[in-house]
């Protein structure tokens, strides 16, 4: 049976939302480099995402292409499915990785950002899986990772949605990976901690700003205080992993949450 275990992706393609920067970038770097073709989603300068397509397709050889769909509209969500089918054939591989975050009090918690982190970060994936579904099972074989987070095992104050949307995609991710498993399709979860991503750069920046104090010193004091490794999770390292629960070498992994956390989750 070992033959054929390997971590080659060629023949696959794999549909990665949320892929322009961050965590689902790398994901994709890393997918084309080991021989999938590629879907990138996300928002952006049109002139950046055409950079990146040309710049992934030129070291990998990969193909890649670039999809705008709003996953916070629901019929989009499907939509993406459809139109990244279309365009590839078929896709083997799907990153449900787009999220967005709001911080707030709960009694000061706007109606629409609840609306706006459930539909992104939870019900969006619950239709992308759907979509994908019939094609993957006719195939029996298909792979679905699902980017959830530390707080998907956790709380933290002033998040509530984000807590609640990634707790959702815990479960969400459990549940596919029940009715997937006679077809040979797995489902797991990436539990993260803070990665140095753009976004979280700016939020470090302006905390800096606000203490007057140096990058490095606000990110030890105010962001790694509970990470044993005191620094950042890289965003490649998520992609590995990624790339791992992609591979044949996980084909008995399924329904699983893997915390890439520098050992946050045992403090």
């Known amino acids: 049976m070992t033959e054929n275990i390997s971590v080659n992706l060629n023949g696959k393609v794999a549909l990665i939302t ?7 970038l790398e994901t994709a770097r890393l997918l084309a480099k080991n021989g999938a073709d590629v879907a990138l989603h996300g928002f ?28 916070a509209d629901m019929l989009q969500a499907s939509l993406l499915v459809d139109d990244v089918t279309a365009a590839f054939g078929k896709i083997d591989i799907l990153v ?18 609840w609306d706006r982190l459930i539909a992104v970060n939870l019900t969006a994936g619950f239709r992308t899986i759907k979509a994908v579904w019939p094609q993957m099972k006719s195939r029996r074989w298909g792979r679905i990772i699902n980017t959830a987070s530390t707080l998907a095992l956790a709380a933290e104050p002033r998040k509530a949605a984000y807590v609640a949307s990634k707790h959702g995609v815990l479960g969400l991710t ?9 077809f040979g ?9 803070w990665v ?40 490649a390292e998520v992609g ?25 989750l045992t403090v």
């Open 196 to 235: 140095l991503t753009p976004l979280v750069a700016q939020q470090v920046e302006a905390k800096a700003a606000t203490l007057g104090k140096s990058f490095q010193e606000t990110a030890e004091i105010e962001f790694l205080t509970d990470m044993p490794t005191r620094r950042f999770v890289d965003p």
């Open 240 to 264: 590995a992993a990624v790339l791992f629960l992609s591979s044949d070498l996980a084909r008995s992994i399924t329904g699983i949450a893997l915390p890439v956390d520098g050992g946050s």
């Open 18 to 24: 949320g892929s322009t920067s961050g965590i689902g």
């Open 174 to 182: 459990r549940e596919i990976a029940l009715e997937g498993a006679r």
């Open 44 to 71: 952006g300068r049109a002139e950046e995402i055409r950079r990146l397509v040309d710049e992934i397709g030129h070291e990998t050889g990969r193909k890649v292409l670039h999809f705008s769909h709003d996953l």
């Open 185 to 193: 399709i797995t489902c797991n979860a990436i539990c993260p901690a």
């Open 96 to 113: 449900n990785n787009a999220g967005v975050q709001h911080v707030a009090d709960i009694e000061a918690f706007p109606d629409a950002e």
